[in-house]
């Protein structure tokens, strides 16, 4: 027969317990005096009463505010005790040693301690840099690596280059300004007034510039000194391909300054369509794009690549250049439009030839002033150099 809970008495129950399951005295007292029923009871009602109390502290500490001034600290305007002037109130030696403010309070006010090691900012430069042009090194990348622009690398150091931006060469010594602009040397008969105008600014941003370490009520100028002139702008020069009459009277000289491959002129022959082709059979980059001082793009090409005819017309340089441009193949299309082609490890034509657009011209090299195979294509119209962005079709 089932025994009932009534029949479960004290007596009946095990005396043993693991030792991990001990109770406390309190639940044994409360257990003998109450049961075991009502024993749970009261310990239920026990842990609300504790949840209870705890949330009513929290409540009483989230409007308690502390004291608004601590012993030693002057009252508040209207609340200040009538001692003689002169008189301190003693500060008692267990009043706390630091401040708090008498609008602090825990619900609201968070401290921000001050941080003992905060980094400096750096400041900016203002002084010139030297840097030695290493092997593989161009004009962009030498910008990108001091954070200027190519252009205040080639203003910066005309002389060295001698204004041709594709003279570059290892061991140069450039000078690097620290901020985009111009840097000038000053010249014999040099005028603050003058250099300003050649540069597009005001004489102010000249002597302004704590670089320069100019006098602003007497600013005074010497031969050889450098200026930074901060935002300022020259003028890029480039070496011009001649172009040599399509028709009519060949030139008597060719300047063999310009190297071997200038043609004499005086030629007729193919036509061009308008419309141009890519050049190679890769349509990306591997080097400088069409910048103000870089008058073509650097086509990806390996070496021996063919290279072809962007568009018909009549071969106007076939071989070597003296300007950087290594062995060249320049294209008259008889409309206004002519095409370069630098940098080939050969040419396949000659001096007035006719050529069909996607002919075979030259192979791909890295002649001239280049770190690396690549073709150098320019387009120009009516002798203006435009971006062959402009004319080639989609890659």
């Known amino acids: 027969m089932a025994e009932s809970p009534e029949d479960f008495t004290r007596e009946d129950a095990p005396t043993s317990r693991p030792e991990n399951q001990r109770e406390s005295a309190w639940q044994t007292i409360a257990e003998s005096l109450l049961g075991v029923e009502a024993r749970n009871h009261v310990l239920r009602y026990a842990m609300h009463l504790v949840v209870l109390g705890i949330g009513g502290v929290a409540v009483w500490m989230a409007g308690m ?9 002057p009252a508040p305007i209207g609340q200040q005790s009538a001692a003689p002037l002169g008189v301190e109130t003693p500060v008692p030696a267990s009043a706390a040693v630091f401040f708090i403010p008498a609008d602090f309070s825990l619900s609201a006010d968070i401290f921000r301690l001050a941080q003992i090691h905060t980094d400096a900012p750096s400041r900016p430069r203002n002084e010139i840099k030297s840097y030695t042009v290493q092997a593989g090194d161009t004009i962009f990348g030498i910008a990108q690596k001091f954070g200027l622009t190519p252009e205040t690398i080639i203003w910066g150091n005309r002389i060295v280059l001698k204004d041709d931006p594709h003279s570059l060469r290892p061991g ?32 102010s941003d000249i002597v302004d510039w704590p ?13 050889g ?8 702008t020259g003028k890029i020069y480039q070496w011009q391909p001649p172009t040599p009459p399509r028709r009519g009277s060949p030139r008597t000289t060719v300047s063999q300054n310009d190297g071997a491959g200038a043609c004499a002129g005086g030629y007729s022959g193919a036509v ?17 794009d069409f910048t103000s001082y870089h008058a073509g793009i650097d086509i990806a090409a390996s070496m021996g690549q063919a290279l072809y005819a962007a568009d018909s017309g009549v071969v106007m340089w076939a071989g070597a250049n003296n300007y950087g441009y290594g062995n060249m193949v320049m294209i ?33 090299g890295s002649t001239g002033r280049s770190s690396g195979p690549h073709l150098h294509f320019e387009v120009a119209y009516n002798g203006v150099r435009i971006s062959p962005w402009s004319v080639l079709p989609a890659p």
């Open 272 to 288: 061009g369509t308008g419309y141009f082709i890519w050049p190679a059979d890769t349509h990306y980059l591997s080097g400088t």
């Open 332 to 364: 008259d299309h008889g409309n206004g439009w002519t095409t370069l082609y630098g940098h080939l490890s050969q040419w396949n034509v000659s001096c007035g030839e006719s050529v069909k657009q996607g002919q075979v011209i030259g192979l791909a």
């Open 211 to 223: 670089g320069n370490q100019l006098e602003a009520d007497n600013p005074q100028i010497t031969v």
């Open 65 to 73: 505010r502390l004291p608004e001034r601590w012993p030693g600290a």
């Open 225 to 232: 000194q450098f200026l930074v002139i901060p935002g300022g």
């Open 172 to 203: 140069m010594e450039f000078k690097i300004p620290p901020v985009n602009g111009v840097l000038y040397q000053v010249q014999q008969g040099d005028t603050l007034k003058g250099i300003a105008d050649g540069t597009h600014v005001d004489v």
